[in-house]
């Protein structure tokens, strides 16, 4: 109870600072921005201001963190939480930024007592308990690439929905009401991608999420937000599945 009231006091305070107009400037030039409804633009604003306040930023690699870095990835990351009020990414405490892929060590099974080590050259990831880890270079592609049913930031701060109820598994919390749906809605359409995927068949929705359930919810969640019309429409069960999860409705801009 203290900690919940000691949250609204802070952010309370966070919100009466003013809003800096090149702040703002940057968010209108991230594409999905612009098409929000009026009342649901000052809640994104509210909530990238509160973002910025409570999240530390670190770059990597000899990479200057610069106002547009830091209000473009909280401008994005905040679209995903504006039909969840008082929750701002509360589980993530920083965000990484590399200028480009970065290289990450990588172990593999192979049999009992024996695994392989190697490397990886990842764009993003997302720790539990711990980091975004973002390529600045990808967000940069995704922005002047829009509406294409991908995008870095939407990725991996999905996964961090995710694991707000333990390791990401493709099961975020969920009310009562959105568990079976979600059980029987997403594993259909998981099977459907991986059945497209392995006869390499072009989709809307990234192939990449038919490697697991943790990366097929990831990946769905960016083409809800980034091109939801088409997601809408070829997917009509999946969309309506993560509208009522995210409580917004982003083919027609609404919160519900």
């Known amino acids: 109870?203290?900690?919940?009231?000691?949250?609204?006091?802070?952010?309370?305070?966070?919100?009466?600072?003013?809003?800096?107009?090149?702040?703002?400037?940057?968010?209108?030039?991230?594409?999905?921005?612009?098409?929000?409804?009026?009342?649901?633009?000052?809640?994104?604003?509210?909530?990238?201001?509160?973002?910025?306040?409570?999240?530390?930023?670190?770059?990597?690699?000899?990479?200057?963190?610069?106002?547009?870095?830091?209000?473009?990835i909280a401008g994005l990351a905040t679209i995903l939480v504006l039909g969840m009020p008082d929750f701002v990414f509360d589980n993530v405490y920083s965000v990484i930024v590399h200028p480009s892929a970065f290289t990450s060590p990588e172990e593999g099974y192979i049999a009992p007592g024996l695994n392989i080590e190697g490397e990886i050259q990842p764009v993003g990831a997302a720790e539990l308990h711990g980091p975004v880890i973002l390529s600045w270079s990808e967000v940069e592609f995704d922005l002047q690439n829009p509406r294409q049913g991908e995008n870095l930031v939407f990725h991996e701060f999905a996964h961090q929905l995710d694991m707000l109820n333990g390791e990401a598994d493709g099961v975020p919390n969920l009310p009562r009401e959105l568990r079976e749906p979600w059980a029987k809605v997403m594993h259909k359409e998981y099977r459907r991608l991986r059945k497209k995927s392995r006869r390499g068949r072009?989709?809307?929705?990234?192939?990449?999420?038919?490697?697991?359930?943790?990366?097929?919810?990831?990946?769905?969640?960016?083409?809800?937000?980034?091109?939801?019309?088409?997601?809408?429409?070829?997917h009509p069960e999946l969309y309506d599945l993560l509208r009522r999860y995210y409580r917004q409705d982003p083919a027609e801009c609404v919160l519900e």
């Open 202 to 234: 072009d989709t809307l929705i990234d192939p990449y999420g038919a490697s697991e359930p943790a990366e097929f919810f990831a990946v769905v969640t960016e083409a809800f937000f980034d091109s939801p019309r088409d997601l809408a429409n070829e």
């Open 1 to 72: 109870m203290f900690f919940a009231w000691f949250k609204r006091r802070r952010r309370r305070k966070i919100l009466k600072a003013p809003f800096p107009e090149a702040w703002q400037a940057i968010l209108d030039s991230i594409p999905h921005v612009p098409a929000l409804a009026g009342h649901i633009r000052q809640r994104h604003q509210n909530a990238t201001q509160i973002f910025l306040a409570e999240k530390t930023f670190q770059g990597c690699g000899g990479l200057e963190l610069s106002d547009e870095i830091r209000v473009t």
